[in-house]
């Protein structure tokens, strides 16, 4: 399959694209930072995966990169909306510029990778998109107030996305994480391998994410504990679910 990712220089995205050329698919890969993805693509050593700088915050950038693949004819079967910042909040007090950052990376810069391939999914009756979301959709993250509300607004785009096209073969598939061993948070960033109960690995989280393009679910949780979280806390009002997770988050 062809599969175009965001956000493939670190973390879940850099081992997702591993994970993928293995299983030999054909992955057209994004990220912001030049050295880390000619890194990545000297690790896979393989034609099969093909890279471009692009900040999908940038319209212009976002274009650019459409023109080029319009120009090649570069249409994939499946998109993955991996990549996102999550800045903490400096309290008191709330950054403007990281909660707009955060909007346009995790918000807008994911809807302007689903309408340049909606239309040519739809007129073929084939394609899939899959938003990586977090638990923090669900519920609000205080350390992070931008991150949670970026999170939910990418979950409920999907979720609309699915109703509109329900008479279509078009599949939009939302992965709600919990926490992964990746440096987007540095709590998190080393821990797993020490033994950490609650977090997931990188790798295992791309093997998930990978067996997920085969799977007919719309929504999923991982690691899988996750999803009893979302089964019974999610009546608990806010200030409860805080008191009992916040010792497990930041
Ligand atoms: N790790 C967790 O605990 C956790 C929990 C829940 C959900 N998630 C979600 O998992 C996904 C992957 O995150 P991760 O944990 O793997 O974090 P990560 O290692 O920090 O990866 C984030 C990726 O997004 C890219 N990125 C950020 N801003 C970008 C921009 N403007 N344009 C293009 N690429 C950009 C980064 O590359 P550049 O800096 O090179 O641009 C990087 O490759 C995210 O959607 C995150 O919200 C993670």
Known sequence: MRIFITGVSSGIGNALVKCLIIRGHEVWGIARRLDALEKLAKEVDSPAFNFDCCDITDAVANERLRTKMVSQKYVPDVVILNAAVDIEDAYP????????Q??????????????????????????????VSSIFAHWPDPA??????????????????????????????????????????????????????ILASAPNTADYIANLIASKRSSSYYPLYIYGIFLFLRWLPDNWFELITSRFKR
Not at 103 to 130: H, K, L, P, S, Y
Not at 160 to 170: A, C, E
């Open 93 to 100: 007090g709330l950054d403007f510029d990281h909660a707009t």
């Open 144 to 197: 992070s107030v931008s991150y949670s509300s970026s999170k939910a607004a990418l979950s409920m785009l999907f979720r609309g996305l699915r109703i509109r096209y329900r008479k279509t073969n078009l599949q939009f598939k939302l992965l709600y994480l919990g926490p992964v061993d990746t440096p987007i948070n540095p709590r998190f960033e080393g821990k797993e391998s020490s033994g950490s109960l």
């Open 102 to 131: 955060m909007m346009r990376t995790n918000v807008d810069g994911a809807n302007f990778w689903v309408t340049a391939f909606i239309e040519t999914f739809f007129q073929r009756d084939a394609g899939q998109f899959i938003a």
